[in-house]
Every structure is written in structure tokens, then in C-alpha cells.
């Protein structure tokens, strides 16, 4: 029999285990909905804050298809929207992935809205230039910086006192044949205004030290060594043997000609931009020069590396050296790339 005073044959009641209570998910908003299908699930989980199952649980809940990244081109009205929104509200209005927008918005040289930024619209435009910047923001209830800045993007002068005057055919013509201050002293106008009108009209400001080739100049070459014609046009030697080889005119007792240029064929013009300009010049046997030339004459952007979004979604999963071996680059353009979308750098795993 055992002793009741005996503790070990004693049944006693298991410590009570008290459970944390359970941390309940922030209620969906709309606007979290509209990112779903979007973008990738991972990429929607690190803008909301959520796990990425539930991101993928809420999606299968309102049957929603995975985002397909299909690669369009920007449209000039998607273009508009860079800038005059959060870069997340432009992925949602035009589909096109975070990474892809922010690089598109920095390409364009265009920052993020300020907080409380509110888009301009036509009205408000057309107040610009009509009074002055600080009676404008007033009026308009905008920071007077921020009404310059808009000002000066759209190309408009300031407001006058005295009124507007309206420039004449004689003073545009002589827009772009002189320094912008040393017409505006001449015609007795501000210096932006004469700034602000001749990049209206897209003439380009004048360099004194080029010289302008003429008719009457060309006619000169050729006729005389280049060190006269130099003489007679004060320029350099230089300049006129340039502008000779340029038109393929021979000096003067020379009866050789100049070489005819080797024609650019429709398959010749194909790879260019597709490869960069020194792989070009060695496949068809011309100078890289040649092919900047031809390229640029063309239109046709240089060729570069860019970065797909589904090569953003691996920038901070690996280490830079080791995602630079995937993805045949280098680490400097690995690292560059993760810092400028401000994705943390991997932790080492020993």
C-alpha cells in the first residue's frame, strides 16, 4: 500500500502552455486588389507587406490568372503618366512591371511626385506666363518653385509688367547669331525670354567657333591648296581639309579620286543596334565609325544590355558575384543595378 504522504505516486496537472494570440492579416483595400495579376506574386508581397501565399491564396480566391510577362512597347500616354503618380499606380494602369517603371521613369529623367502633388491640367497651363509665378501659386495654391519649374518645363517666359511684346520677323532672325544675353541687351528683352523663344523655334545657339560652311566657300575648295583657303576664310587648315574630304574634292594637279563609300544594303542596316557597333564594323568589313555614323543617321539606339524584370526578381536572392556568372555580366553592373532599384545585398551563407 502506498503512502499517502508519498509525492511521487501524486497526480498532478501538466503546466498550462499559453499560446500567443495570432496576429490577424491587415483587411484587403481596393486598391491592394488592382496589384494582384499585375506583377508577380513576389513582387506584389514585398510592395503590400504580406507572405507571398497569401498573396497567391487571395488571387486563387478571386480568380485571378498569374501575372504573364509580356513585353510591350511604352505608349507616349503611358509615358504621360511617368511622374505625375507613385510608380505603383502606373504599374497598375498600364501593366508593365515595378522594376520596369522605375527604370523607364529614370531613363525619361523624370522624379516621383512630391507628397501632395497634384497633376497639372490644361487650365492651370494656360495660366502660365499670364502673371507673375508667385501670384500664380497664390492663386493656384502650389509651392511658387513648383509653378516655376512648370513654367520653364513647357518653354514659357515670364510675365512682364509692361505686357508682352510680340516678337517681329526681323528679331527672330536673329535668334541663334549670337550669344542669348548679347541679343537680349540688343532687343532690350530679358535673357530667358530670348532663351525661352529660340528653343520654341528649335534653333540652335550659335557657336562662334564653328564656321558655317556657305556655297560660295565650298566653290574655294579645290581650286586652291588648303592653306590659302584657310587664310581666306579664317579658319583652320584643318577645317577646310576636313570639309574637303568631306565633299570628296580633290587638291588641286591630284588626279586621283576620292574612294566611293561602300553602300549600306538592307541586311547591313538590319544589325545595327542589335549588336555592338565594333562586332558590326568586323562582320561587314567597315570602320566602327562608319557604323556609329550610319546607326546614328538612322536613328537607331546603341546597343546596350538591358535588364528584363524576371532578371530583377534574382537581384538580391544570390550574391552578386554568383547571379554575375548566371547572367553573364559583371559585378560592378550586378551591384549597380541592385542598388539603384534599392534591393539589400544577400547575406553570405557559411
Known sequence: ???????????????????????????????????????????????????????????????????QSSFHNWT??????????????????????????IQRRQKLHRPLPRPGHQPWTTA???LLGTMKDRDLALRLGRPQQ??????????????????????????????????DKQLARRLKRTAESVKTRRATKGIPLRDPKKHRWTADDDKLLGLRPDAQVALLLRVS??????????????????????????PWRAEDDALLGTISDQEVAQRLGRSATSVKARRARLGIASYRHWWTPEQDLLLGKFLDEELARRLDRSVEAVRARRERLGIPAPRAHF
Open 1 to 67: 500500500m502506498s503512502n499517502p504522504g508519498d509525492k511521487s505516486d501524486q497526480v498532478t496537472d501538466a503546466p498550462e502552455v499559453t499560446v500567443a494570440p495570432r496576429k490577424l492579416a491587415a483587411p484587403w483595400s481596393p486598391e491592394d486588389v488592382k496589384l494582384l495579376g499585375t506583377m508577380p506574386d513576389s513582387e506584389v508581397a514585398r510592395l503590400l507587406d504580406r507572405a507571398p501565399s497569401a498573396i497567391r491564396h487571395k488571387r486563387h480566391k478571386l480568380r485571378i490568372p498569374a501575372y
Open 76 to 101: 507616349p500616354e503611358e509615358e504621360q503618366l511617368l511622374g505625375t503618380m507613385s510608380d505603383e499606380e502606373v504599374v497598375a494602369r498600364t501593366g508593365h512591371p515595378l522594376s520596369g517603371v
Open 124 to 126: 492651370e497651363d494656360k
Open 146 to 179: 513648383v509653378v516655376k519649374e512648370r513654367r520653364r518645363q513647357l518653354s514659357i517666359a515670364a510675365f512682364c509688367a509692361s505686357g508682352r511684346r510680340p516678337w517681329t520677323r526681323a528679331e527672330e532672325e536673329l535668334l541663334g547669331t549670337m550669344p
Open 237 to 262: 587648315v584643318e577645317a577646310v581639309k576636313h570639309r574637303r574630304h568631306q565633299l570628296r574634292v580633290s587638291l588641286p594637279g591630284q588626279e586621283r579620286t576620292m574612294a566611293v563609300p561602300k
